[in-house]
């Protein structure tokens, strides 16, 4: 080894060395967490139609079969996902993983939405503004607006009083 390069490994193994270690460290530790916030998808982006003001986290959409909305100040808790592709069960093999609707299973969630976290929403279905979906729900058919839903599937179980009533 030359002398230049073991005076630069010597330098590495002292306080630079250990800032270097803990730069690293750090970024590391924000690209753990920065997965917890950044959604997933699966199809053409451009189908995703997300309000500036919503919170998704880590949603995984599916836009294979349809659009998404998402409306503005919804929020989602972890492991959300929401999809609007299917395939056809009287296919088999290759032919089942390649034949699915390309349109046709728009899901749009209202203003104010929130999805509790491991919420599965299969479109095609709408979710009303302000409405509340409990953990773990299954969501197969529409949320009137100002409702809680909760289940597999999901049905209501409570409503809420919109503002100034």
Request: no cysteine.
């Amino acid at each position: 080894m030359r002398l230049r390069d073991r005076l630069i490994a010597g330098v590495l193994r002292g306080p630079i060395g250990a800032l270097v270690a803990e730069q690293l460290a750090a970024q590391v530790e924000q690209l753990k967490l920065d997965a917890l916030y950044r959604p997933r998808w699966h199809g053409d982006r451009s189908r995703l139609h997300l309000s500036d003001t919503a919170v998704v986290n880590n949603a995984l959409f599916n836009l294979s079969g349809g659009t998404i909305t998402v409306g503005e100040y919804a929020f989602f808790g972890h492991d959300v996902a929401v999809l609007t592709g299917t395939h056809d069960i009287e296919k088999f093999g290759r032919e089942r993983q390649l034949t699915f609707p390309r349109s046709g299973r728009d899901v749009v969630i209202g203003d104010g939405v929130w999805l509790a976290s491991h919420v599965l929403v299969l479109g095609p279905v709408t979710i009303g503004e302000h409405a509340v979906v409990a953990a773990g729900s299954l969501v197969r058919g529409d949320v009137e607006p100002y409702t809680v839903v909760a289940g597999r599937p999901a049905e209501p179980i409570d409503t809420i009083t919109p503002p100034g009533r």
